[in-house]
């Protein structure tokens, strides 16, 4: 059995293959210029990069710089201004990743 701790201390994902594919997933929200967006899911510090896998595809408007960018609002807020589920989505592109053969 895994203990907390050992839990605790997962690393960080990297996959380029990976953020190669997120470059393809069209945003979740309607816009220009699609860009990947690394979610913080697990506890702790957010000065910690998440994973490459916690990643949803957001116009870069709404990444980063204007009043409604999910880094300017926050996610929780994000999600209730433009009626979505990011971790849904999140999971959604790893599925599909998966599904066709994707290898982290």
């Known amino acids: 059995m895994i203990t907390f701790n050992e839990f605790a201390k997962i690393k960080t994902i990297k996959s380029?293959?990976?953020?190669?594919f997120m470059k393809t997933v069209p945003p979740i929200v309607d816009g220009a210029n699609p860009v990947y967006h690394h979610m913080q899911i697990r506890g702790g510090s957010t000065a910690k990069k998440a994973s490459d896998i916690?990643?949803?595809s957001l116009p870069h408007m709404l990444h980063h710089g204007f009043n409604d960018s999910i880094h300017t609002i926050g996610p929780d807020e994000f999600e209730r201004r433009f009626f979505v589920d990011l971790?849904?989505?999140?999971?959604?592109?790893?599925?599909?990743?998966i599904a066709n053969g994707g290898k982290f």
């Open 54 to 56: 916690f990643t949803v």
């Open 87 to 97: 971790k849904a989505h999140m999971l959604r592109n790893i599925e599909y990743y």
């Open 16 to 20: 380029k293959p990976y953020l190669d």
